[in-house]
């Protein structure tokens, strides 16, 4: 008796949940050369909306966590990620259409970041904070804090190593995220969501959508309740015009850039906001 194969219909992540599209769209994922692989969710700006509000609630958890805290759930990330490597080289080589061995390489290396930025959660304060000099009987320091949501176009080329570029930086300084995964690679996406989900990271930390990044990206650009806006795999859309609806809300933005994002601490110390405190000496 042959078994009847069930095509897995890939859901959004929102809010630590996995919720099919308010709108009840999905689209078809296609491999390399192709063929049909699964469906996954077309989020709405409904589903964006949502995302956002989930985010904004997680805020006050995870940006109020020590350092050490948010290195060692993001350690735990890469643990499992390694966990269910097969699984992720599976969905690469299928949809990027390359060998095992090379997709193999980007798991590694997705899972290598995740450890690198993991380490810097409780380094960047000193790297980005400081005392400062100044005249009088007084102490100036100065600290970075988090920006608060931060929205981000995930690399359009790049199943998974381009996802966590851009995603795992904006985690370390305690933001919470909505990204917006590669629209034609977005089966990783979703995995690393559920690693996400049985990990110890908060509900509504990391929101996850899958879809059309036309239709999406100018209403996250436009939100009022976005803080920051990484366009790095927004290369192909009118990325300009999608600067100017974030300036109207102050947002910070990075933009567009060909390939996956290199790591740095800038791109960490990037979505803070620095706070500086003044304390007048003890006078003996």
């Known amino acids: 008796m042959t078994h009847l194969a069930i095509p897995k219909t890939y859901k959004l992540y ?18 390399a050369r192709g063929a049909f692989l699964a469906n996954a969710a077309k989020a709405s700006r409904k589903d964006a909306r949502d995302a956002v509000v989930a985010a904004r609630a997680a805020v006050p958890g995870w940006s109020g966590a020590t350092g050490y805290n948010r290195g060692q759930v993001l350690y735990r990330i890469a643990e499992l990620l390694e966990g269910r490597r097969a699984q992720f080289v599976d969905e690469i080589g299928a949809t990027e259409g ?40 007084y102490f100036n320091i100065s600290t970075p804090e988090p920006t608060g949501v931060v929205a981000i176009v995930a690399p359009q080329d790049s199943a998974l190593l381009g996802l966590v570029s851009v995603l795992a930086p904006a985690l370390v300084a305690g933001n919470t995220v ?96 620095t706070k500086t405190v003044w304390h007048t000496k003890a006078l003996i």
């Open 98 to 137: 390359v060998s095992a061995a090379a997709a193999g390489r980007q798991v590694d290396d997705a899972i290598d970041l995740w450890i690198w930025y993991a380490g810097w959660a409780d380094k960047y304060v000193q790297v980005a904070g400081n005392g400062n000099p100044v005249s009088g009987p």
């Open 14 to 31: 929102i809010g630590g949940k996995f919720p099919r599209s308010e709108s009840g769209r999905t689209y078809g994922v296609l491999s």
């Open 178 to 273: 909505v990204v917006l995964a590669s629209e034609r690679l977005p089966l990783s996406a979703i995995s690393l969501s559920e690693v996400l989900a049985t990990s110890d990271v908060p509900g509504g930390v990391v929101n996850v959508l899958t879809g059309s990044t036309a239709e999406i990206t100018p209403w996250l650009a436009s939100h009022a309740d976005v803080n920051a806006l990484d366009l790095a795999g927004a290369g192909a859309l009118e990325w300009i015009d999608l600067q100017i609806a974030a300036a109207d809300s102050l947002k910070r933005v990075l933009p567009p850039e060909t390939g996956v994002a290199a790591p740095t601490v800038e791109r960490v110390t990037f979505f803070t906001e």
